[in-house]
């Protein structure tokens, strides 16, 4: 609430949410891109599923993770920029 001109107490005018497509930005990794996408439904889904939503997000990106961490390939074919590290220029060079 704010106080007006005239002393009387006014509402804020608060502007409704806009709900606009989020664009995702591809991380390289279908696994994880097709993880979370999962999160773009959740406009369209009642509050109460949120969390069942996220801890199903959280259990796929983990899973990517570990499957980096043990050395399982992504047998997808697109598994990003894995594996392109720069190795450091020696000294001198």
């Given at each position: 609430m704010t106080e007006s001109d005239s002393g009387s107490v006014a509402p804020l005018?608060?502007?409704a949410p806009e709900h606009a497509a989020r664009e995702q930005a591809?991380?390289?990794d279908v696994r994880?891109?097709?993880t979370l996408a999962q999160?773009?439904?959740l406009d369209e889904l009642p509050?109460?599923?949120?969390?069942?939503?996220?801890e199903q997000v959280h259990r796929g990106l983990?899973?990517?993770?570990?499957a980096l961490d043990s050395g399982v390939e992504d047998?997808?074919?697109t598994s990003g920029t894995?594996?392109?590290s720069v190795t450091p220029a020696a000294p001198g060079s």
């Open positions: 005018e608060h502007a591809a991380t390289g994880v891109d097709e999160l773009d439904d509050v109460e599923a949120h969390p069942a939503v996220f983990a899973a990517a993770l570990g047998t997808s074919g894995r594996g392109t």
